[in-house]
Protein backbone atom coordinates (compact mmCIF):
# COMPACT_ATOMS: atom_id res chain seq x y z
CA UNK A 1 0.00 0.00 0.00
CA UNK A 2 1.72 3.67 -0.77
CA UNK A 3 1.88 6.32 1.33
CA UNK A 4 -0.57 8.13 -0.01
CA UNK A 5 -3.12 5.21 -0.15
CA UNK A 6 -2.56 4.86 4.08
CA UNK A 7 -2.42 9.06 4.53
CA UNK A 8 -6.77 8.50 2.63
CA UNK A 9 -7.23 6.12 4.60
CA UNK A 10 -5.89 7.41 8.12
CA UNK A 11 -7.68 10.66 6.92
CA UNK A 12 -11.03 8.48 5.81
CA UNK A 13 -10.91 7.01 9.43
CA UNK A 14 -10.58 9.51 11.55
CA UNK A 15 -13.42 11.97 9.62
CA UNK A 16 -15.73 9.03 8.80
CA UNK A 17 -18.50 9.13 11.77
CA UNK A 18 -17.95 12.31 12.72
CA UNK A 19 -17.11 14.66 9.78
CA UNK A 20 -19.88 17.38 11.32
CA UNK A 21 -18.02 17.16 14.24
CA UNK A 22 -14.74 17.50 13.24
CA UNK A 23 -15.90 21.18 12.72
CA UNK A 24 -13.45 23.17 15.38
CA UNK A 25 -14.63 25.96 17.28
CA UNK A 26 -12.23 27.96 16.01
CA UNK A 27 -12.95 26.82 12.33
CA UNK A 28 -16.18 27.54 12.84
CA UNK A 29 -15.18 31.21 14.15
CA UNK A 30 -13.09 31.53 11.25
CA UNK A 31 -15.78 31.44 8.94
CA UNK A 32 -17.87 33.53 10.57
CA UNK A 33 -14.41 36.17 11.05
CA UNK A 34 -14.64 35.34 7.48
CA UNK A 35 -18.17 36.01 6.39
CA UNK A 36 -18.19 39.02 7.97
CA UNK A 37 -15.67 39.92 6.56
CA UNK A 38 -17.33 39.21 3.24
CA UNK A 39 -20.39 41.22 4.28
CA UNK A 40 -18.25 44.10 5.25
CA UNK A 41 -16.57 44.22 1.90
CA UNK A 42 -19.96 43.80 0.24
CA UNK A 43 -21.52 46.96 2.01
CA UNK A 44 -18.27 49.09 0.58
CA UNK A 45 -18.95 48.05 -2.98
CA UNK A 46 -22.48 48.61 -2.31
CA UNK A 47 -21.99 52.29 -0.95
CA UNK A 48 -19.74 52.66 -4.01
CA UNK A 49 -21.51 51.42 -6.28
CA UNK A 50 -24.96 54.13 -4.90
CA UNK A 51 -22.30 56.46 -4.25
CA UNK A 52 -21.47 56.26 -8.36
CA UNK A 53 -25.18 56.12 -8.98
CA UNK A 54 -25.34 59.91 -7.22
CA UNK A 55 -22.52 60.95 -9.41
CA UNK A 56 -24.06 59.60 -12.46
CA UNK A 57 -27.69 61.13 -11.46
CA UNK A 58 -25.73 64.40 -11.16
CA UNK A 59 -24.06 64.35 -14.42
CA UNK A 60 -27.63 63.23 -15.56
CA UNK A 61 -29.20 66.58 -13.69
CA UNK A 62 -26.81 68.75 -15.39
CA UNK A 63 -27.54 67.19 -18.92
CA UNK A 64 -31.42 68.41 -18.19
CA UNK A 65 -30.62 71.37 -16.90
CA UNK A 66 -28.69 72.12 -20.44
CA UNK A 67 -31.77 70.49 -22.07
CA UNK A 68 -34.29 73.08 -20.29
CA UNK A 69 -31.89 76.06 -21.08
CA UNK A 70 -31.68 75.07 -24.64
CA UNK A 71 -35.56 74.90 -24.75
CA UNK A 72 -35.84 78.27 -23.16
CA UNK A 73 -33.11 79.76 -25.55
CA UNK A 74 -35.53 78.11 -28.29
CA UNK A 75 -38.21 79.80 -27.10
CA UNK A 76 -36.02 83.39 -27.58
CA UNK A 77 -34.97 82.57 -31.02
CA UNK A 78 -38.88 81.77 -31.90
CA UNK A 79 -39.87 85.26 -30.45
CA UNK A 80 -37.02 86.84 -31.82
CA UNK A 81 -38.29 85.25 -35.66
CA UNK A 82 -41.93 86.22 -34.89
CA UNK A 83 -41.13 90.24 -34.11
CA UNK A 84 -39.03 89.90 -37.38
CA UNK A 85 -41.86 88.67 -39.21
CA UNK A 86 -43.86 90.56 -37.73
CA UNK A 87 -42.24 93.49 -38.93
CA UNK A 88 -41.67 92.14 -42.34
CA UNK A 89 -45.61 91.80 -42.15
CA UNK A 90 -46.28 95.89 -41.46
CA UNK A 91 -43.67 96.64 -44.46
CA UNK A 92 -45.58 94.56 -46.74
CA UNK A 93 -48.70 96.08 -45.47
CA UNK A 94 -47.38 99.49 -46.61
CA UNK A 95 -46.38 98.40 -49.93
CA UNK A 96 -49.36 97.11 -50.67
CA UNK A 97 -50.91 100.49 -49.71
CA UNK A 98 -48.27 102.28 -51.76
CA UNK A 99 -49.35 100.44 -54.68
CA UNK A 100 -53.37 101.00 -54.11
CA UNK A 101 -52.34 104.42 -54.12
CA UNK A 102 -50.37 104.26 -56.75
CA UNK A 103 -53.20 102.42 -58.77
CA UNK A 104 -55.79 105.20 -57.48
CA UNK A 105 -53.39 107.87 -58.82
CA UNK A 106 -52.94 105.78 -62.02
CA UNK A 107 -57.07 105.64 -62.79
CA UNK A 108 -57.42 109.67 -61.89
CA UNK A 109 -54.79 109.88 -64.08
CA UNK A 110 -57.11 108.44 -66.74
CA UNK A 111 -56.53 106.14 -69.67
CA UNK A 112 -54.23 105.58 -71.73
CA UNK A 113 -51.81 108.11 -69.01
CA UNK A 114 -52.36 106.69 -66.16
CA UNK A 115 -52.11 103.14 -67.37
CA UNK A 116 -48.66 101.69 -66.91
CA UNK A 117 -48.99 103.64 -63.48
CA UNK A 118 -52.09 101.14 -62.40
CA UNK A 119 -50.24 97.98 -64.19
CA UNK A 120 -47.17 98.25 -62.33
CA UNK A 121 -49.24 98.88 -59.08
CA UNK A 122 -51.33 95.53 -59.45
CA UNK A 123 -47.81 94.39 -60.27
CA UNK A 124 -46.46 94.70 -56.92
CA UNK A 125 -49.79 94.11 -54.72
CA UNK A 126 -49.81 90.65 -56.48
CA UNK A 127 -46.38 90.18 -55.17
CA UNK A 128 -46.49 91.51 -51.68
CA UNK A 129 -50.00 88.91 -51.80
CA UNK A 130 -48.27 85.64 -52.79
CA UNK A 131 -45.62 87.57 -50.24
CA UNK A 132 -47.99 87.98 -47.45
CA UNK A 133 -49.29 84.61 -47.91
CA UNK A 134 -45.91 83.13 -47.90
CA UNK A 135 -45.69 84.71 -44.32
CA UNK A 136 -48.74 83.24 -43.17
CA UNK A 137 -47.55 79.75 -43.83
CA UNK A 138 -44.06 80.75 -41.95
CA UNK A 139 -46.17 82.02 -38.99
CA UNK A 140 -48.00 78.90 -39.15
CA UNK A 141 -45.14 76.76 -38.92
CA UNK A 142 -43.95 79.11 -36.28
CA UNK A 143 -47.20 78.08 -34.26
CA UNK A 144 -46.44 74.31 -34.91
CA UNK A 145 -43.21 74.89 -33.56
CA UNK A 146 -44.58 76.74 -30.37
CA UNK A 147 -46.33 73.74 -30.01
CA UNK A 148 -43.96 71.11 -30.45
CA UNK A 149 -41.63 73.40 -27.82
CA UNK A 150 -43.74 73.22 -25.20
CA UNK A 151 -44.71 68.83 -25.51
CA UNK A 152 -40.81 69.19 -25.14
CA UNK A 153 -40.80 71.53 -22.47
CA UNK A 154 -43.30 69.74 -20.22
CA UNK A 155 -41.18 66.06 -21.23
CA UNK A 156 -37.75 67.79 -20.08
CA UNK A 157 -39.33 69.31 -17.34
CA UNK A 158 -40.66 65.86 -16.42
CA UNK A 159 -37.30 64.10 -16.41
CA UNK A 160 -35.69 66.76 -14.73
CA UNK A 161 -38.39 66.27 -11.68
CA UNK A 162 -37.90 62.33 -12.02
CA UNK A 163 -34.13 62.97 -11.77
CA UNK A 164 -34.55 65.18 -8.65
CA UNK A 165 -36.43 62.71 -7.59
CA UNK A 166 -33.93 60.19 -8.04
CA UNK A 167 -31.06 62.00 -6.95
CA UNK A 168 -32.71 62.58 -3.68
CA UNK A 169 -33.41 58.62 -3.30
CA UNK A 170 -30.26 57.95 -3.68
CA UNK A 171 -29.26 60.07 -0.99
CA UNK A 172 -31.22 57.86 0.94
CA UNK A 173 -30.01 54.74 -0.32
CA UNK A 174 -26.28 56.03 0.37
CA UNK A 175 -27.61 56.99 4.02
CA UNK A 176 -29.13 54.21 4.32
CA UNK A 177 -25.59 51.42 3.17
CA UNK A 178 -22.96 53.99 5.41
CA UNK A 179 -25.33 53.22 8.34
CA UNK A 180 -24.86 49.34 6.52
CA UNK A 181 -21.15 49.71 6.34
CA UNK A 182 -20.59 51.37 9.94
CA UNK A 183 -22.96 48.23 11.46
CA UNK A 184 -21.09 45.76 9.54
CA UNK A 185 -17.80 47.16 10.57
CA UNK A 186 -19.16 47.37 14.60
CA UNK A 187 -19.87 43.55 14.11
CA UNK A 188 -16.61 42.61 12.99
CA UNK A 189 -15.07 43.97 15.15
CA UNK A 190 -16.76 42.86 18.00
CA UNK A 191 -16.97 39.73 16.16
CA UNK A 192 -13.23 39.92 16.34
CA UNK A 193 -13.04 40.74 20.06
CA UNK A 194 -15.47 37.54 20.84
CA UNK A 195 -13.74 34.92 18.68
CA UNK A 196 -10.56 36.44 19.42
CA UNK A 197 -9.72 35.67 16.23
CA UNK A 198 -6.35 37.54 13.45
CA UNK A 199 -8.54 38.23 10.12
CA UNK A 200 -6.26 37.25 8.06
CA UNK A 201 -5.47 33.85 10.11
CA UNK A 202 -9.57 33.29 10.05
CA UNK A 203 -9.23 33.54 6.49
CA UNK A 204 -6.30 31.39 5.78
CA UNK A 205 -8.05 28.93 8.15
CA UNK A 206 -11.51 28.91 6.48
CA UNK A 207 -9.68 28.13 3.25
CA UNK A 208 -7.81 25.65 4.20
CA UNK A 209 -10.80 23.95 5.75
CA UNK A 210 -13.06 24.32 2.66
CA UNK A 211 -9.85 22.79 1.10
CA UNK A 212 -9.42 19.97 3.38
CA UNK A 213 -13.18 19.21 2.64
CA UNK A 214 -12.86 19.51 -0.76
CA UNK A 215 -9.27 17.73 -0.75
CA UNK A 216 -11.22 14.83 1.16
CA UNK A 217 -14.33 14.69 -0.99
CA UNK A 218 -12.17 14.12 -3.95
CA UNK A 219 -9.96 11.30 -2.57
CA UNK A 220 -12.80 9.77 -1.51
CA UNK A 221 -14.54 9.25 -5.02
CA UNK A 222 -10.69 8.84 -6.03
CA UNK A 223 -10.36 5.59 -3.63
CA UNK A 224 -14.33 4.51 -4.84
CA UNK A 225 -12.99 3.71 -7.88
CA UNK A 226 -11.84 0.63 -9.63
CA UNK A 227 -8.44 1.43 -9.53
CA UNK A 228 -7.67 3.57 -6.79
CA UNK A 229 -4.20 2.45 -6.25
CA UNK A 230 -2.41 3.81 -9.67
CA UNK A 231 -4.62 6.87 -9.10
CA UNK A 232 -3.76 7.42 -5.55
CA UNK A 233 0.28 6.67 -6.41
CA UNK A 234 0.22 9.10 -8.93
CA UNK A 235 -1.15 11.70 -6.52
CA UNK A 236 1.73 11.11 -4.04
CA UNK A 237 4.38 13.72 -5.02
CA UNK A 238 1.23 16.17 -4.40
CA UNK A 239 0.12 13.68 -1.22
CA UNK A 240 3.44 13.28 0.39
CA UNK A 241 4.20 16.87 1.13
CA UNK A 242 1.08 17.04 2.38
CA UNK A 243 1.10 14.24 4.89
CA UNK A 244 4.35 15.10 6.04
CA UNK A 245 2.94 18.38 7.25
CA UNK A 246 0.12 17.48 8.68
CA UNK A 247 2.26 14.64 10.68
CA UNK A 248 4.54 17.04 12.04
CA UNK A 249 1.39 19.69 12.66
CA UNK A 250 -0.29 16.98 14.97
CA UNK A 251 2.59 14.81 16.22
CA UNK A 252 1.59 13.97 20.11
CA UNK A 253 -2.02 14.85 19.26
CA UNK A 254 -4.34 11.63 19.89
CA UNK A 255 -7.19 13.46 18.06
CA UNK A 256 -5.34 15.23 15.33
CA UNK A 257 -3.02 12.09 14.08
CA UNK A 258 -3.61 11.15 10.89
CA UNK B 1 -68.75 107.68 -71.18
CA UNK B 2 -67.72 106.59 -67.34
CA UNK B 3 -64.37 105.44 -67.25
CA UNK B 4 -64.34 102.76 -64.63
CA UNK B 5 -61.75 103.95 -62.75
CA UNK B 6 -61.95 103.93 -59.04
CA UNK B 7 -61.46 101.22 -56.09
CA UNK B 8 -63.43 98.23 -55.45
CA UNK B 9 -64.08 97.94 -51.70
CA UNK B 10 -65.38 95.16 -49.31
CA UNK B 11 -67.27 96.91 -46.91
CA UNK B 12 -68.99 94.72 -44.33
CA UNK B 13 -68.50 91.39 -46.26
CA UNK B 14 -69.99 93.13 -49.51
CA UNK B 15 -67.79 94.52 -52.50
CA UNK B 16 -68.27 98.09 -53.48
CA UNK B 17 -67.01 100.59 -56.41
CA UNK B 18 -65.80 103.80 -55.45
CA UNK B 19 -64.61 106.41 -58.63
CA UNK B 20 -61.33 107.36 -58.58
CA UNK B 21 -62.51 111.31 -58.39
CA UNK B 22 -64.37 110.48 -54.88
CA UNK B 23 -61.04 109.17 -53.55
CA UNK B 24 -58.12 111.15 -52.34
CA UNK B 25 -55.80 108.45 -50.42
CA UNK B 26 -55.87 104.74 -49.00
CA UNK B 27 -54.37 104.72 -45.79
CA UNK B 28 -53.96 101.77 -42.89
CA UNK B 29 -57.07 102.08 -40.40
CA UNK B 30 -55.27 104.82 -37.75
CA UNK B 31 -56.77 104.92 -34.62
CA UNK B 32 -60.19 106.36 -34.04
CA UNK B 33 -61.65 108.95 -31.07
CA UNK B 34 -64.75 109.21 -30.46
CA UNK B 35 -66.17 112.53 -30.44
CA UNK B 36 -68.83 113.20 -27.66
CA UNK B 37 -72.31 114.13 -29.40
CA UNK B 38 -71.30 112.68 -33.05
CA UNK B 39 -71.82 109.24 -34.61
CA UNK B 40 -68.29 110.22 -36.41
CA UNK B 41 -64.91 109.88 -34.68
CA UNK B 42 -61.79 111.96 -35.85
CA UNK B 43 -58.33 110.41 -37.01
CA UNK B 44 -55.18 111.78 -37.59
CA UNK B 45 -54.05 111.33 -41.29
CA UNK B 46 -51.42 112.36 -43.26
CA UNK B 47 -50.72 115.72 -40.97
CA UNK B 48 -54.90 116.41 -40.62
CA UNK B 49 -58.03 115.56 -38.13
CA UNK B 50 -60.51 114.38 -40.26
CA UNK B 51 -64.18 113.07 -39.46
CA UNK B 52 -64.34 109.16 -39.89
CA UNK B 53 -67.42 107.31 -40.36
CA UNK B 54 -67.08 103.86 -39.19
CA UNK B 55 -67.96 101.37 -41.81
CA UNK B 56 -66.44 98.02 -40.48
CA UNK B 57 -64.06 96.01 -39.17
CA UNK B 58 -61.85 96.40 -42.41
CA UNK B 59 -58.02 97.03 -42.05
CA UNK B 60 -57.98 100.01 -44.42
CA UNK B 61 -59.53 103.63 -44.09
CA UNK B 62 -60.38 105.44 -47.15
CA UNK B 63 -60.47 108.98 -47.35
CA UNK B 64 -62.95 110.25 -49.65
CA UNK B 65 -64.66 113.41 -50.88
CA UNK B 66 -68.23 113.84 -50.12
CA UNK B 67 -70.19 116.78 -51.36
CA UNK B 68 -67.75 119.50 -50.42
CA UNK B 69 -66.45 117.62 -47.51
CA UNK B 70 -63.71 115.20 -47.00
CA UNK B 71 -64.85 112.21 -44.80
CA UNK B 72 -63.04 109.14 -43.72
CA UNK B 73 -64.53 105.41 -43.96
CA UNK B 74 -62.43 103.47 -42.07
CA UNK B 75 -62.95 99.60 -41.31
CA UNK B 76 -63.45 98.53 -45.29
CA UNK B 77 -60.68 96.25 -47.41
CA UNK B 78 -59.58 97.90 -50.94
CA UNK B 79 -59.47 94.94 -53.20
CA UNK B 80 -58.71 96.37 -56.43
CA UNK B 81 -57.81 100.00 -57.67
CA UNK B 82 -57.59 101.13 -61.25
CA UNK B 83 -59.20 100.58 -64.18
CA UNK B 84 -62.64 98.21 -64.54
CA UNK B 85 -65.28 97.53 -67.20
CA UNK B 86 -68.33 99.78 -66.15
CA UNK B 87 -71.25 97.39 -65.79
CA UNK B 88 -74.95 99.53 -65.01
CA UNK B 89 -73.95 101.97 -62.20
CA UNK B 90 -70.96 100.11 -60.70
CA UNK B 91 -68.12 97.68 -62.75
CA UNK B 92 -66.94 94.38 -63.36
CA UNK B 93 -64.56 93.05 -60.86
CA UNK B 94 -63.32 89.00 -60.73
CA UNK B 95 -66.50 88.37 -63.28
CA UNK B 96 -69.02 90.26 -60.85
CA UNK B 97 -70.99 93.36 -61.09
CA UNK B 98 -70.01 95.39 -57.73
CA UNK B 99 -72.26 98.35 -57.45
CA UNK B 100 -71.12 101.63 -56.66
CA UNK B 101 -70.39 102.78 -52.67
CA UNK B 102 -72.52 105.60 -51.40
CA UNK B 103 -70.28 107.87 -49.43
CA UNK B 104 -73.55 110.12 -48.16
CA UNK B 105 -75.79 106.97 -47.81
CA UNK B 106 -73.19 105.60 -45.65
CA UNK B 107 -72.92 108.49 -43.75
CA UNK B 108 -76.78 108.47 -43.06
CA UNK B 109 -76.27 104.74 -41.67
CA UNK B 110 -74.06 105.79 -39.27
CA UNK B 111 -75.97 108.76 -37.77
CA UNK B 112 -79.45 105.94 -38.16
CA UNK B 113 -77.54 103.64 -36.49
CA UNK B 114 -76.00 106.13 -33.35
CA UNK B 115 -79.66 107.81 -33.27
CA UNK B 116 -81.22 104.16 -32.09
CA UNK B 117 -78.98 104.03 -29.59
Not at chain 1, 23 to 42: G, N, Y
Not at chain 1, 82 to 98: F, T
Not at chain 1, 188 to 207: G, I, N, Y
Request: glycine share 8%; hydrophobic share 45%; with cysteine.
Amino acid sequence: MSRASRFLDALRETLKDNAPMMRSTSVDDALLVRAVSKAEQAAESALGASQAAGAASAQQRGTLDAAVDAVRQLFTRAREARSSLALSRESLEQIRLVALNAGLEGARLGDPTGKPLVLVADDVRNHVTRVLAALDAHTGVLDQMDRERDKLREQVEGAQARSADLARELLQVQAAQRDVSSAMSDVSSRVKQVTETDPETAALLADASDHARALLGALTKLAEGPRRSPVLRALSPSLGPLAKLLREQYRGDPDGAP
Amino acid sequence: MRSGAGLVLSVRGERRYLPALLVQTVVARPRLSPVPGSPLSLAWVSGRAIAVAEAGSGPHLVVCVAGNEIVGVAGVEVDGAGFFTPQGDGVLFEGSEVPPFDVAAELERVQEAASKE
